[in-house]
């Protein structure tokens, strides 16, 4: 129920719980989060927490909350460290990300998250205003050890400055 409504306050509207596993040997003991089946000690109980979660989610999902700032996701960069010598380079990255969106969240400052991959397929730049979709974004955020950008991404940032758009760089 706490990590369901840590979410909800983040802005998560529908919650899929979904890890049911087959055997309990093994690292899943600790190291995998709860499995939602007949292993699990408090299944005969878990309807209630499910009907509390439904609740919550239609509620949350009747409304739009409406972001101006969107903080671009570090994905491409981390690809540059997949592989053999790269991997503490990407927990960085990653670790960089999640304080900037922590620290944005504690500061009551609302934004949502860019996927590249969404914005090259539906952004448009219109002066000002960064289009991804049906939402609109007059500030973007680079977070911070942001290395890449693919083509589209940094064509669409260059365009919304040269519109007079306001981007942010960690």
């Known amino acids: 129920?706490?990590?369901?409504?840590?979410?909800?306050v983040l802005g998560v509207n529908t919650i899929n719980e979904h890890l049911s596993h087959v055997t309990l040997r093994g690292a899943r003991k600790g190291d995998y989060p709860p499995s939602f089946s007949y292993h699990a000690t408090w299944w005969e109980a878990y309807h209630v927490?499910?009907?509390?979660?439904?609740?919550?989610?239609?509620?949350?999902?009747?409304?739009?909350?409406?972001?101006?700032?969107?903080?671009?996701?570090?994905?491409?960069?981390?690809?540059m460290y997949q592989g053999p010598g790269g991997r503490e380079t990407a927990e960085q990255v990653g670790n960089a990300f999640q304080k900037l969106v922590t620290d944005l969240a504690k500061a009551q400052i609302e934004f949502d998250i860019g996927s590249e991959d969404?914005?090259?397929r539906n952004g448009l730049v219109e002066g000002k205003t960064l289009l991804v979709?049906?939402?609109?974004?007059?500030?973007?955020?680079?977070?911070?050890?942001?290395?890449n950008l693919n083509a589209?991404?940094?064509?669409?940032?260059?365009?919304?400055?040269?519109?007079?758009g306001q981007v942010l760089s960690c």
Do not use: H
């Open 1 to 8: 129920k706490r990590i369901g409504d840590w979410v909800a």
């Open 49 to 79: 927490l499910e009907q509390y979660l439904t609740r919550v989610s239609f509620a949350l999902s009747q409304g739009e909350q409406i972001n101006r700032i969107l903080v671009l996701e570090p994905t491409t960069t981390v690809w």
């Open 118 to 120: 969404i914005i090259a």
């Open 133 to 147: 979709g049906r939402r609109n974004y007059s500030t973007i955020i680079v977070p911070p050890l942001t290395e």
């Open 152 to 164: 589209k991404t940094a064509e669409l940032l260059e365009g919304y400055l040269a519109g007079g």
